[in-house]
């Protein structure tokens, strides 16, 4: 099943696609490694948030009946 992605989930890829290309576009080795990290940690998170989506998903879905 396709899903739309959050508006955080896009949010956290938007900031690692920048780091992406602030690497990119530094001269210095330390500081592309820094943007590097940085943009791992955003996809880490945009992807943490995708599981949290769709097991949110999957609880409503199969809610049992009220108690």
Not at 39 to 51: I, S, V, Y
Request: aromatic residues 8%.
């Amino acid at each position: 099943m396709l899903r739309r992605i959050s508006p955080e989930t896009a949010h956290c890829f938007e900031k690692a696609a920048e780091c992406d290309r602030l690497a990119a576009e530094v001269p210095l080795s330390e500081t592309r490694e820094f943007y590097g990290r940085l943009g791992a940690a955003w996809r880490l998170l945009a992807e943490n948030r995708q599981f949290v989506d769709r097991l949110s998903d999957f609880l409503i879905v199969n809610r049992g009946p009220p108690h």
